[in-house]
């Protein structure tokens, strides 16, 4: 048994504050401002002028695509093409005997030269090895001549083949991505997850939502990460939704869930001026980007999938595809009311008030992004361009959307933003558009409690109240009171009353191990 005294920001019902918390095999025995007599002699841990909340959830990633990338090259910082090219030009120099490389992160609205690495500036840098850069967005990708060379036949018939620059869009980036991630072992992919959980936990989170099956061929990450999900035995938790339109995919794996990017996209982005939009983008009068499904097809699944008790979830960026999301889900909720289904619209970047409605009145809740204002991959003097200052304006709205009791949830969408809730607090927080500044106990939630409430699990995890789970973080100073959110650190992830404990370890045992656990994924 031990006792904790400092801050204790619990995130219940009422926001309380308390100076003391009990814990006691892996649970939270008391909170409150006095101690108890018979607490008294237990192990007393003070933390001083340090805080103590629930630990985070990330409620959408794509975690083997993150996993992957993370243990690649990240270009997200540089600053030009050609500080790019020398951070690649150092990857390969210290990337040994591997004959494929991944970098993760160009975009042309970051650099100075405005425009993608092109295939000349990679073989410049990468001549002798197959090297795939992948665009911030995780859509597309720019490819050197080796790797042309080696997928040509594969390529040149396909969607989105650009030789003469090496870009690589739609069908054609998804053979490139499919050769690169069938290239790596079932042994590094594994190896490369326990890297990136033991990452993400150092930032304070101990649950992830990842969507999963695209990019490996035979939904190979999808498999993995329920295998690794089940492996665990550090308290950490993954919650895995099948990217599928088809249930069957969900239901033979027991899975309870289904939906997120791709297959259950309705939409593209802004950064491909592919997101559907209701009116056209402002230097583009002849396109209003792309609904990847009609109506039907749309509306089909969601009663499908509601039909058969599954928990749904898609991608819509522009206000056209978020309102065909929540026409679907209404549709199919009108067909089989289900009182608590949790069903959710992922990014939800140009919500309508005609779609608000609709998730107000039928309870949809929303996983977004906060990481996505002021990105430095879409700045918003490029979205401004493209979309015109107005509607750029009204991109995600969150305090609107949270006065209307919808219950917003926070991701990263990793690897398009690293995972990181303190990030996601202090953007949420202090909005350049005032008008959708939140609080900072109002972003603490969003973080905590309605991340595990996005997957059935907040009667156990996500605010610290007696008889749930103690996982907690614990926060360098009280977060409510923090001059400045981006300053305060994650000093310490604790799962189950114990301090986290890292998941690297032999993979096989690992494995084993999995495939006989009872945890929940």
């Not at 892996?26 to 629930?54: F, Q």
């Not at 695209?214 to 329920?226: I, Q, Y």
């Amino acid at each position: 048994m031990k006792c904790y005294k400092g801050k204790i920001l619990t995130v219940d019902s009422e926001n309380n504050v308390f100076n003391y918390l009990v814990e006691d095999e892996g649970k939270i025995e008391y909170v409150g401002n006095t101690l108890p007599e018979k607490y008294r002699s237990c192990d007393i841990i003070d933390i001083g002028n340090k805080a103590i909340c629930p630990s985070f959830v990330d409620t959408h990633q794509h975690m083997a695509a993150f996993s992957t990338f993370h243990a690649g090259l990240n270009v997200m910082d540089a600053e030009s093409n050609l500080e790019m090219m020398d951070m690649i030009r150092a990857f390969v120099k210290r990337s040994g005997k591997k004959k494929t490389l991944i970098a993760f992160g160009a975009s042309p609205y970051s650099v100075s030269e405005q425009r993608l690495i092109s295939k000349e500036q990679l073989d410049d840098v990468c001549p002798d090895k197959e090297i795939m850069v992948v665009k911030y967005d995780g859509h597309a990708c720019v490819i050197n001549s080796k790797l042309l060379n080696k997928l040509k036949s594969k390529l040149e018939c396909l969607r989105g083949y650009h030789p003469e620059t090496g870009e690589m869009n739609q069908e054609a980036f998804f053979t490139c991505s499919d050769y690169i991630t069938n290239s790596l072992s079932i042994i590094n992919l594994i190896r490369n997850m326990q890297v990136a959980i033991d990452y993400q936990a150092s930032k304070g989170i101990g649950c992830i939502h990842t969507v999963s099956g695209v990019g490996f061929a035979g939904n190979l990450d999808m498999s993995l990460e329920k295998l690794f999900a089940k492996s665990l035995n550090n308290g950490f938790q993954i919650r895995v939704f099948p990217q599928s339109m088809k249930t069957t995919v969900a239901l033979k794996r027991k899975i309870p869930r289904i939906g997120g990017c791709f297959e259950c996209a309705l939409d593209g982005c802004f950064g491909s001026k592919d997101a559907a939009l209701n009116m056209p983008y402002a230097d583009d009068t002849n396109n209003m980007g792309i609904l990847y499904y009609d109506d039907k097809k749309v509306i089909d699944f969601c009663k499908a999938a509601n039909r058969q008790g599954l928990q749904i979830e898609m991608h819509a960026i522009g206000d056209r595809a978020f309102d065909q999301a929540c026409k679907a889900l209404k549709e199919a909720l009108d067909d089989f009311p289900r009182n608590d289904h949790r069903h959710g619209i992922i990014h939800d970047c140009l919500p309508t008030e005609y779609g608000l409605e609709i998730c107000s009145k039928y309870n949809i809740q929303m996983p977004m992004q906060s990481a996505f204002i002021e990105w430095k991959q879409e700045p918003d003097e490029y979205l401004s361009t493209i979309m015109g200052t107005e509607r750029t304006k009204k991109l995600n709205p969150i305090r609107t959307i949270s006065e209307k009791g919808i219950v917003i949830s926070f991701g990263s969408d990793a690897p398009c933003t690293t995972p990181d809730p303190i990030v996601w607090m202090d953007k949420a927080v202090n909005n350049p558009n005032t008008e959708q500044c939140i609080s900072i106990q109002d972003a603490l939630k969003m973080c905590t409690y309605n991340g595990y409430y996005t997957s059935f699990d907040e009667d156990i995890r996500g605010s610290l109240e007696v008889g749930k789970k103690a996982d907690m973080v614990i926060l360098s100073e009280n977060i409510y009171n923090a001059e400045n959110i981006s300053k305060v650190r994650v000093e310490q992830l604790i799962l189950n009353g114990k301090k986290y404990k890292s998941c690297s370890e032999n993979v096989i045992k690992a494995v084993i191990r999995g495939l006989f656990s009872k945890n929940k994924f």
